[in-house]
């Protein structure tokens, strides 16, 4: 089996391609709940070129809409720079271009005095409706019709797990910019030949490469054992697998499953590690980074959390370092040339295969790949 082209790395006009058929689809991972816990509080969330809002209603529920007032196009809620968290007052959503109104169900309820339309319909005004769905406590949204429902991605790999609702957000979401195409940055948490090659040099590890589970769904399951010493540890890195050890009776572990197209989540014994790459532009791409936990006081567990997010700032740092190399890299080869895969690369094949399955090549474009952007003029700065 052989990977992706290099142009698909590189070509701008695979953009409205992936855009439309994988990442419209697809659910995407918003928030937890606990990051909406009352009527009114949203969260914005951006991706693909689209950004999208979910809301805590009235009763409790959870309404989601693009984000976009049906006037002119102006973006209803922006939300906290880091977090993307807001509050619509009264549950309603008013557009601070022209002040156009809607309530928590998406309708127009509200245009300003003086504004006059010629058989005007408000009723075919209302916010375009997102799908949401919720599954243990994690919040996830689609602009379009996913190809399942989010408990059947999820239940057949992850059906185990607890349920995570009673958790909560420890640290603020980073975003790091990352200057390799999203699909470069996928694989990477997907393969687990480089481990012991380039990751010993560049930095501590806590655990060993994942085994994955076969699967022909749209998520994929895998574990890992807590590592060995290996060449470049620390203090934080030889703590953290101590402690992690000390957690549990049986031998310690984490848990892992990849959800097409760009989600991985990792639940280890101090809690619930998520990482998502959200596409930019050309050669571009930004890791989003969010941790959820239990509430637990002691002293022990604090040291946890803070050596392991210490020896995972230095992990995003060195994998964005290593991903920019080989992005550079696919520039120097031939637009059509590949490379093979090997037979142990389960998650690494899976993903490939779906991206074969789900994004056909277009026709050959004439236009040259380097020199003009996909997405936009920057990259995307992340929800």
């Given at each position: ?44 969330y951006d991706c693909g070129g689209r950004s999208g809002v979910v809301l805590r209603t009235k009763a409790g529920g959870l309404q989601g809409f693009r984000n976009a007032c049906r006037h002119r196009g102006a973006r209803l809620v922006e939300g906290d720079a880091h977090t993307g968290l807001a509050f619509c007052i009264d549950g309603r959503l008013r557009c601070p271009y022209h002040g156009w109104t809607y309530d928590e169900a998406g309708a127009l309820v509200s245009i300003p005095a003086g504004q006059h339309f010629d058989e ?264």
């Amino acid at each position: 089996m052989r990977g992706l082209p290099a142009s698909w790395y590189l070509d701008p006009d695979r953009a409205p391609l992936e855009d439309s058929t994988i990442f419209a689809p697809s659910w995407q991972f918003v928030c937890h709940v606990s990051d909406l816990p009352a009527s009114g509080t949203a969260v914005r969330y951006d991706c693909g070129g689209r950004s999208g809002v979910v809301l805590r209603t009235k009763a409790g529920g959870l309404q989601g809409f693009r984000n976009a007032c049906r006037h002119r196009g102006a973006r209803l809620v922006e939300g906290d720079a880091h977090t993307g968290l807001a509050f619509c007052i009264d549950g309603r959503l008013r557009c601070p271009y022209h002040g156009w109104t809607y309530d928590e169900a998406g309708a127009l309820v509200s245009i300003p005095a003086g504004q006059h339309f010629d058989e005007f319909d408000a009723d075919a005004h209302s916010l375009h409706p997102l799908h949401v769905a919720e599954w243990h406590g994690l919040v996830f949204a689609a602009f379009q019709t996913p190809r399942q429902a989010v408990e059947q991605v999820l239940d057949a790999v992850a059906g185990t797990w607890p349920d995570l609702t009673s958790m909560r957000r420890v640290i603020e979401p980073r975003t790091t910019h990352c200057a390799a195409d999203w699909k470069l940055a996928c694989e990477h948490t997907l393969d687990i030949a480089h481990v012991d090659i380039a990751r010993p040099a560049l930095k501590p590890r806590l655990f060993a490469p994942l085994v994955f589970e076969l699967s022909d769904g749209d998520a994929l399951r895998a574990t890992a054992a807590v590592a060995t010493g290996a060449l470049g540890d620390t203090w934080s890195s030889r703590m953290c697998r101590q402690l992690l050890r000390d957690r549990q009776s049986s031998p310690a572990r984490a848990e892992y499953v990849y959800v097409w197209p760009n989600l991985l989540l990792q639940l280890a014994p101090d809690g619930l590690y998520i990482l998502q790459v959200l596409p930019g532009a050309t050669g571009h791409s930004t890791l989003r980074e969010l941790r959820y936990a239990a509430t637990d006081p002691g002293r022990e567990m604090r040291l946890l959390r803070y050596t392991h997010q210490r020896v995972r700032r230095q992990a995003f740092a060195a994998d964005a370092r290593l991903l920019a190399r080989v992005q550079q890299g696919m520039g120097v080869l031939g637009a059509e040339e590949t490379g093979p895969i090997a037979t142990g690369e389960v998650g690494l094949r899976w993903f490939v295969e779906h991206c074969r399955a789900r994004l056909p090549a277009p026709a050959t474009s004439t236009r040259p790949m380097r020199g003009r952007n996909r997405r936009g003029t920057t990259p995307s700065a992340g929800a």
